[in-house]
C-alpha cells in the first residue's frame, strides 16, 4: 500500500519558520517528481512548491518564491519544505504529493498519490 505520510506542521507566528517533511512508503519515488499543495478553508487546493525527479529542478509559486525551498532524498524517499519568514496567509492544511513522472508540475490533477496533509497555522 502506497503512503505518503506528512510530519512538521503547528502553530507559528508571522516572521517565524516551520519544516515540513514527507515520508513515502509501500514504493519508491525515486524516478517521481514531488510536490507540496495547500488548501486554505472555503478555498481551492494550490500549488506550492515542486521537485523534479532528480532534485534538479524546483519550481514555486510566486507567493512563496524566496521564502519556502523544496528539497528531497531520493534513498530515503522523503520531501521536505523549509518555511521561512511566513505569513498569516500561509496557513492551510499543506499536503504532499507524487507525480508518476519525471518533471515538476503545478496542476493537482497531475499528481497520482496524496498524503492525508498536516495543518500548518500561522499567527498576527
Known amino acids: 500500500q502506497v503512503q505518503l505520510v506528512e510530519s512538521g506542521g503547528g502553530l507559528v507566528q508571522a516572521g517565524g519558520s516551520l519544516r515540513l517533511s514527507c515520508a513515502a512508503s509501500?514504493?519508491?519515488?525515486?524516478?517521481?517528481?514531488m510536490g507540496w499543495f495547500r488548501q486554505a478553508p472555503g478555498k481551492e487546493r494550490e500549488f506550492v512548491a515542486a521537485i523534479n525527479w532528480s532534485g534538479g529542478t524546483t519550481y514555486y509559486a510566486d507567493s512563496v518564491k524566496g521564502r519556502f525551498t523544496i528539497s528531497r532524498d531520493r534513498a530515503k524517499n522523503t520531501v521536505d519544505l523549509q518555511m521561512n519568514s511566513m505569513k498569516p496567509e500561509d496557513t492551510a492544511v499543506y499536503y504532499c504529493a507524487a507525480r508518476l513522472n519525471l518533471d515538476v508540475h503545478s496542476a493537482p490533477r497531475e499528481y497520482d498519490y496524496w498524503g492525508q496533509g498536516t495543518q500548518v497555522t500561522v499567527s498576527s
Open positions: 509501500g514504493r519508491t519515488f525515486s524516478g517521481s517528481a
